[in-house]
């Protein structure tokens, strides 16, 4: 949805089934946990549960079709893994950063401060890589 989408009240319009609606709200903002590409139309029409119209519907389902994932798309594990050679400056312990992606959806991610000090920034890489490869499994 774009940024310049203006969802309102559209009292004039035609009342839709509040449950359909609202599982299908329920769905998406299950989703947004993995695709925050997503939070901000699923944010905006959450805000018109308490009377769903049928605008509210359309752009509901513009949202389901745009995360219906194409057939030739592929399903490659990609995994990146990143460190801040002693980054943070009170104990001086790096932190570490990973993402996994399948296909070009993100799965899982986390960013933590490492549990030790890394003499080198090899040492930091190499504790990233390690949590990354943890992940993975």
Not at 42 to 54: I, K, M, N, T, Y
Not at 107 to 127: C, G, H, M, P, R
Request: glycine letters at 4%; hydrophobic letters at 35%.
């Amino acid at each position: 949805m774009s940024t310049t989408t203006k969802l309102d009240k559209d009292e004039q319009g035609k009342p839709i089934d509040k449950k359909l609606y609202r599982s299908m709200i329920d769905s998406l903002l299950y989703l947004t946990a993995s695709r925050s590409d997503i939070l901000f139309s699923v944010c905006l029409c959450a805000r018109f549960q308490a009377s769903p119209r049928e605008s509210h519907l359309h752009a509901v389902k513009r949202i389901f079709k745009y995360l219906a994932y194409p057939r030739n798309s592929s399903f490659d594990l990609h995994t990146y893994s990143d460190a801040d050679f002693g980054g943070y400056k009170v104990d001086r312990k790096s932190t570490s950063g990973t993402c996994q992606f399948l296909g070009n959806m993100l799965i899982s991610w986390f960013s933590k401060k490492q549990n030790s000090v890394a003499l080198s920034t090899t040492e930091a890489e190499y504790i990233s890589a390690g949590s990354c490869y943890a992940q993975i499994m």
